[in-house]
């Protein structure tokens, strides 16, 4: 998406992942209002979120101001894709709407709701739903639940990943109905040496609705369950959203897909 | 009835031991429960079937020896595996999954999950292309003329409006805008020769040009279109009995079938995108391998023959002064694969020269005296040390790195993610008391550092920096396309 922080252009992946606004610290050190820890200058910590205050945001016509916004460190995102990542727009930004992401058009569209979760638009017909889910949040991070192998598992949606992501330590039932295809060692360049599995789902139910073809990565979520303080079984990304149109109201908690037809 | 059941049975027995000694099921050998990973592996299996398994899962050569000589507890790369026997040739290797670190987290972290791996998984990386040619199957749909593009797109008369987005305007929805006429919508554009994706988009929905044959797989969106717009034109008069003329060069790696050319009255042609440097060539007219009768431009190919040397872009005069009394002079350099014997300079009254067209880029090169290698005495930029120090070359440098404190230092190096981090590399030369660096890089994100004397530091000029795995920063840049 691309949008304008106090004149400065570029950028933002929209990312039901990230809460808030976040910001790339390498473009926005200079907006920092806690100035505690940056004294240092060359070394600078990782890993750690400041905070600062954005005078206007201009995002695909949606105009925020004096909105306040993490900025942290997202040259890793950057450096895999080589495009400039000025930040993260999070679903907390989107409050009061309703979402609309179609992967195959490359469109994201936003509707305005009443109180009662309807769009107020009378030109907008309503999205036309195969399956509806509710949606629970948790700090501000979406969960729904689907079901892998008969067992049901809490997933939270993320537009900014590449892949479905599956715990390597989701029930047994779960995963024996996963076919392992690759396996990888992941030799990074620094001490985050780890590995990768990807497997492929083949008996993923959303809503009643049997979803086929997908791929997923199994690798261990522990530390992200425990950031949350709540159980994550894995993570919806990319392979899920191309399934077809998927709708998120904000107002209802409702997560909505739209299958695309195949031939 | 009883004796048919069991022949029957028997028969399915006998199938099964028979399937056992060559089945290879990728989906079947691995699986995971409780945070480990189980690989169940048949010490049958032939070579064939264990490289198969150790391509597709990755696992390293000395753990699968170690199955094989019966080891149970198997430590490699300090990863731990067990292995349990099943029966006489079934083992199960597990172990556990190592988890991807998780850095200090905030909220926004957690998403690091490393998808990197995907790439390795079979996405080739990009490089920049040496050649291409055109796959349209209806011709009217592009053309390519004295620097002008036109697209055309068939139908879509129904359609309000209609874009043209690609590489060449950084994908923009808008900038592009198509023109309706009787039979469709065209666009022209100035592009300079070279290699570009594209789609159309139609009301706001992007489609790709289904008259283009050349399709690359984007990350995002399903396929974008290929195109190439060309700078070069090969020919052969005469030949007219001949059933099949190909073209072949360094550019693709001398293949002797991709190529063929088209008779188009009485002379051979081929149109093509050729990247701008030197670039050497043969005809195969009904496999007798010819050079060029036209161009006079031919080169040594290293082992007795003549190749065809055709140079696309500006040339540049590589000299050597002196040596007057040497028998020959050679260039030798990363442009040509280091190749001793084919760049034989020419004498001229101060020395040595020779005119060769390079494309923009950083080049490495030494000259050979009388097969000596010595560094060009004439420019200061060097890479490496001792016996593996080379002239340094950037031509068409698009940016300068630049550090103007320190002026008192010995020796100021850079080093980025353009070379490999290597600080011994890239040498910094001093001039009016700064110390500068100018470098041809490719569009995209860069990150380095200046190396002051061993001690490595973020570029005070640049305010833009990043966190790195190490716990310390580098200086960050962006190449603007």
């Not at chain 2, 198997?74 to 349990?84: D, P, Y």
Request: hydrophobic share 35%.
């Amino acid at each position: 998406m691309e949008a304008k922080v106090d004149n400065i252009v570029g950028n933002f992946l929209f990312d039901t992942g990230a809460a808030q606004l976040v910001l790339n610290s390498t473009y926005f050190r200079k907006f920092l209002t806690t100035t505690g820890g940056e004294g240092t200058g060359i070394t600078g910590s990782t890993g750690v979120t400041r905070h600062a205050q954005i005078k206007i945001l201009d995002v695909a016509g949606l105009i925020y101001k004096e909105q306040p916004a993490d900025v942290t460190d997202l040259g890793h995102i950057e450096n895999r894709r080589n495009i400039k990542v000025l930040g993260l727009f999070g679903l907390g930004m989107l409050k009061g709407l309703e979402i609309v992401i179609d992967v195959r058009h490359n469109e994201l569209r936003l509707y305005r709701l009443d109180k009662t979760g309807n769009r107020i638009s009378i030109h907008n017909n309503e999205f036309r739903a195969d399956v509806t889910e509710r949606i629970e949040f948790y700090h501000n991070i979406l969960f729904v639940k689907v079901k892998i192998g008969g067992k049901m598992l809490n997933f939270c949606l993320d537009t900014g990943a590449e892949s479905n992501v599956l715990n390597s330590y989701a029930p047994k039932k779960a995963l024996s109905t996963v076919t392992i295809l690759r396996r990888s060692d992941l030799i990074g360049t620094g001490p985050g040496e780890s590995e990768a599995l990807l497997g492929k789902l083949n008996d993923f139910v959303f809503g009643e609705h049997q979803i086929t073809g997908m791929q997923t990565i199994i690798t261990s979520l522990d530390a992200l369950s425990s950031t949350y303080g709540y159980p994550v079984d894995g993570m919806l990304g990319y392979d899920f959203f191309e399934k077809g149109d998927i709708c998120i109201n904000l107002v209802k908690n409702e997560l909505k897909i739209s299958f695309t037809k195949t031939d | 009835m009883r004796n048919k059941i069991k022949y029957f049975l028997v028969l399915v027995f006998l199938l099964n031991v028979f399937k056992g000694f060559s089945q290879f099921d990728p989906g079947t050998v691995c699986r995971v429960e409780n945070g480990k990973t189980y690989f169940r592996i048949d010490l049958r299996w032939n070579n064939d079937q264990k490289k198969e398994l150790t391509r597709l899962f990755d696992l390293d050569s000395l753990v699968l020896d170690a199955v094989y000589s019966g080891k149970k507890e198997i430590e490699v790369k300090n990863a731990q595996w067990k292995m349990v026997k099943l029966n006489d040739h079934l083992v199960e290797l597990s172990k556990v999954i190592k988890s991807v670190p998780v850095k200090p987290t905030t909220v926004n972290d957690i998403f690091m999950v490393d998808d990197r791996w995907l790439n390795i998984a079979g996405e080739a990386e990009r490089q920049s292309v040496e050649y291409g040619v055109n796959r349209f199957t209806n011709i009217a749909v592009f053309h390519y003329r004295d620097g002008v593009a036109f697209f055309f797109l068939p139908g879509h008369k129904e359609a309000k409006r209609v874009f043209l987005s690609g590489s060449f305007n950084s994908w923009s929805t808008e900038h592009t805008p198509m023109q309706i006429c009787d039979s469709g919508w065209v666009v022209s554009l100035n592009l300079k020769p070279g290699k570009y994706s594209y789609k159309y988009i139609i009301d706001g929905r992007w489609v790709n040009d289904s008259f283009n044959k050349l399709k690359e797989n984007d990350t995002d969106n399903g396929n974008n279109s290929i195109v190439y717009c060309y700078n070069h034109i090969f020919r052969l008069r005469g030949y007219t009995s001949a059933h099949k003329v190909i073209l072949t060069g360094s550019f693709n790696g001398w293949n002797e079938n991709e190529l063929s050319m088209i008779r188009i009255n009485g002379t051979w042609m081929l149109p093509l995108y050729l990247r701008e440097g030197t670039h050497s060539y043969k005809f195969i007219v009904d496999k007798d391998w010819i050079t060029d009768p036209e161009n006079n431009l031919k080169r040594p190919d290293g082992s007795g023959n003549f190749n065809s040397v055709i140079g696309i872009g500006d040339s540049i005069v590589f000299r050597l002064k002196g040596f007057r009394d040497a028998k020959s002079v050679v260039l030798t350099g990363n442009f040509n694969g280091w190749n001793t014997g084919e760049l034989f300079m020419d004498k001229y009254q101060d020395g040595w020269q020779l005119y060769y067209v390079l494309g923009p880029g950083n080049y490495e090169y030494k000259f050979i005296v009388d097969g000596k290698w010595t560094t060009d005495p004439a420019n200061p930029s060097t890479t490496g040390s001792g016996d593996y120090m080379n002239s340094f070359l950037t031509l068409k440098a698009n940016y300068v790195f630049q550090l103007d404190k320190f002026p008192d230092a010995k020796v100021v190096s850079v080093a980025g993610s353009f070379n490999g981090w290597n600080p011994g590399n890239f040498i910094m030369v001093k001039k009016n008391g700064k110390w500068i660096f100018p470098i041809y890089l490719k569009p995209g994100k860069y990150t380095y550092k200046f190396i002051v004397d061993g001690t490595w530091i973020l570029d005070p000029g640049n305010e833009l920096w990043e966190n790195n795995e190490y716990g310390t920063s580098n200086s960050v840049l962006w190449i603007e396309p």
